[in-house]
């Protein structure tokens, strides 16, 4: 393709250089030919970045994020105050261009304002575009693998973790056992490490009948350990991280089974 106004390059040599300009180019779309996932990130958060681009890592699937301003302290206060960010924040986004799918990336956030308000919200920096956000996308993933009884951990402190709960089970899901590190500080929690996980999944799911486990918040590091968990327990594993971004692989219209990433990673929605 040439620039509209010349048929070709025009040389110059004034000022003691060459000067070639109106150089000829053509353009392929490569960067996100297949799937553009957009990502609204945490300020204060270290992981899903990391993670959301090792479990999307195939040719054509490409990752566009902006981050929200937000208070590390996690409290159903610092959550909500995000809300009047968000739109402006998504809209950053490829401003003007199409993403396949758009997702907010904080699943307290989600839940202390509800999947349909952020929703609402993402819609109105790119209307017409699939959305995600990680409560709904755990809802997905709760669906596809058939689980009903889930086994909860969180990061988050007594207050949060209510709501969490209660959101959980208003949505027809049974919680019969819910644990938590009860931590508030949000960088802390990006360095809560494998083995603290994995204690905590073993002592949640001892004694009790659970389909499936699900470890809540996207700055907690686990989606590569999920299928060796699943390995060892016989138990269907998954993460905020996780599950949002099989969530929005599957929105893009991205059904290809991932190897090495969980049962959820083979399942298209619904199952």
């Known amino acids: 393709m040439t620039s509209p106004e010349t048929a070709g390059p025009r040389t110059s040599t004034d000022g003691g250089y060459t000067l070639i300009e109106h150089l000829p180019f053509t353009t392929a779309?490569?960067?996100?030919?297949?799937?553009?996932?957009?990502?609204v990130v945490l300020a204060s958060d270290y992981t899903i970045e990391h993670e959301f681009r090792a479990m999307i890592a195939m040719e054509g699937v490409d990752l566009f994020m902006a981050r929200i301003a937000n208070d590390p302290r996690v409290t159903p206060e610092t959550l909500a105050a995000m809300e009047p960010m968000l739109t402006d924040t998504a809209s950053r986004?490829?401003?003007?261009?199409?993403?396949?799918?758009?997702?907010?990336?904080?699943?307290?956030?989600s839940v202390v304002l509800g999947a349909d308000r952020v929703s609402q919200r993402l819609a109105e920096a790119k209307p017409d575009t699939p959305v995600s956000?990680?409560?709904?996308?755990?809802?997905?993933?709760?669906?596809?693998?058939?689980?009903?009884?889930?086994?909860?951990l969180t990061p988050y402190r007594r207050d949060?973790?209510?709501q969490v709960r209660a959101y959980i089970t208003r949505h027809g899901y049974e919680?019969?056992?819910f644990g938590s590190f009860n931590e508030e500080m949000d960088p802390v929690v990006a360095t809560i490490d494998e083995d603290s996980l994995l204690s905590a999944i073993d002592t949640i799911r001892a004694g009790h009948e659970i389909d499936a486990v699900f470890v809540s918040c996207t700055s907690v590091r686990l989606a590569d350990a999920v299928a060796g968990i699943e390995e060892r327990t016989s138990l269907p594993v998954t993460s905020s991280n996780h599950a949002m971004a099989w969530h929005c692989m599957r929105l893009a219209g991205i059904g290809d089974r991932v190897a090495d990433r969980g049962r959820l990673f083979t399942l298209p929605l619904g199952g």
């Open 133 to 152: 956000n990680p409560i709904s996308a755990a809802f997905a993933a709760f669906d596809a693998l058939g689980a009903r009884r889930i086994g909860v």
């Open 93 to 109: 986004i490829l401003p003007g261009d199409r993403l396949d799918v758009l997702a907010y990336g904080c699943t307290s956030a």
């Open 175 to 177: 919680v019969p056992v």
């Open 160 to 162: 949060v973790n209510e």
């Open 29 to 39: 779309k490569v960067i996100g030919a297949r799937a553009r996932i957009g990502l």
